[in-house]
């Protein structure tokens, strides 16, 4: 059985600094990329808001380079999902694809989050058939066609956006009176001219012969002049939020009641000592690349630390 000083989960902004920051330490730190290489980043369209990118970035560009630079300092990256973990033993136990088990003095975690669904029936139904929650995935299959994005932060005006420069029509729908985006966000959907938001609807469910062909809303749900709507669409983008990926580690360590792993503020430490959270899986508030990135930074100094005093 393989022994690591330093293991990483994860490969977003999060677990590819920790790697760096773990292998410039000598700590010969392995990292499992887990189901999506680059980590939920790779799912966006140009990140504009990372600092020393003045122009914006392709985020594939962007985690090939921290990938790169992990690896330029000794740090291996390696393909596969962590699918179980021992804290409660020492040195913790890992096991890989439910097969490969591997020991760790220290680990750091960098699941981060994925998107959440609706939970409507019809979702599932159609899920790969017009049903995505990534629109520059999915976009080049709704080219010249009509499409939805659920969904009024930043995330939803991003692939509104994103869709609108492919698609001939994108709905928004927003489930409140006003969209929660950044400024900048909501006024480049506003001018957006084949973007029409539709304020203050749900979605009760989606239709269609074998693929989606049109969704049926409600507007103003409760409310006195409650009405039903129906549009014609080819493609359901959601864009409602996360949920954390912490599930195999719950138990032994501490979330919330989202999931969202507890730290030590500011500080990247858990309930176990030894174990360390960065990014957006213990991050409900902030979620940015560069958070996650500062967040990753100090987990491998302070795994470094624990390191010292075994
Ligand atoms: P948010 O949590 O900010 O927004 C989720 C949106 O989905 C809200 O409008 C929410 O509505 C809506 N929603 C949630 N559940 C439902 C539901 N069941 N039915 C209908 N609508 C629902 O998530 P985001 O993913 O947009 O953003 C997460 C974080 O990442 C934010 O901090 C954001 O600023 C950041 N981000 C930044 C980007 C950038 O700077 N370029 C790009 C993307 C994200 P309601 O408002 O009613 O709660």
């Known amino acids: 059985m393989q022994h690591v000083k330093c293991l990483i989960i994860g490969s977003g902004p999060a677990g590819y600094t920790a790697a760096i920051y773990a292998s410039r330490a000598n700590l010969q730190p392995i990292l499992y990329e887990g189901p999506q290489a680059g980590g939920q980043l790779t ?7 990372f600092p020393g990118y003045p122009d914006g970035v392709e985020p594939f560009q962007m985690m090939d380079d921290m990938r790169k630079q992990a ?3 000794g740090a291996e990256i390696r ?21 490969e088990e591997l020991t760790a003095d220290t680990v750091i975690i960098a699941t981060g989050a ?3 669904y609706l939970g ?3 979702e599932k139904e159609y899920k790969g058939k017009g049903v995505s929650a990534c629109a520059t995935c999915d976009g080049f299959f709704y080219r010249r066609k009509t499409v939805a994005v659920v969904g009024g932060g ?9 869709l609108s420069g492919l698609c001939l029509k994108v709905y928004l729908i927003v489930r409140k009176p006003y969209l929660r985006a950044s400024e900048i966000m ?11 938001i539709l304020f203050e609807h749900n979605t009760l469910q989606l239709t269609g012969e074998g693929k989606v062909q049109g969704a049926d809303l409600i507007y103003r749900k409760g409310e006195a002049d409650e009405s039903l709507r129906h549009i014609d669409i080819d493609g359901f983008f959601l864009a409602i939020g996360h949920h954390p990926n912490s599930d195999i580690f719950k138990e032994y360590i501490a979330t919330d009641e989202q999931g969202y792993i507890i730290t030590r503020p500011g500080t990247p430490l858990t309930n176990v000592a030894g174990v360390f959270a960065a990014g957006d899986v213990a991050d409900p508030h902030y979620r940015q690349a560069i958070t996650a990135a500062a967040s990753g930074c100090k987990a491998a100094i302070e795994a470094e630390k624990y390191l010292k005093t075994l």
């Not at 799912?43 to 808001?49: G, L, P, Q, R, Y």
């Not at 973990?85 to 694809?97: G, M, Y």
């Not at 909501?186 to 029409?196: F, S, T």
Request: proline share 4%; with cysteine; glycine share 2%.
């Open 114 to 116: 994925s998107a959440k």
């Open 186 to 196: 909501q006024k480049r959907v506003r001018e957006a001219e084949n973007i029409e």
């Open 43 to 49: 799912t966006t369209t140009e990140v504009e808001n």
């Open 154 to 162: 930043d995330t939803a005006c991003e692939e509104a956006l994103y």
């Open 120 to 122: 409507l029936p019809s």
């Open 79 to 99: 393909s596969g999902i962590v699918t179980r973990v021992d804290f409660s033993l020492s040195p913790k136990h890992v096991w890989v694809e439910d097969t």
């Open 71 to 73: 690896e330029r300092f």
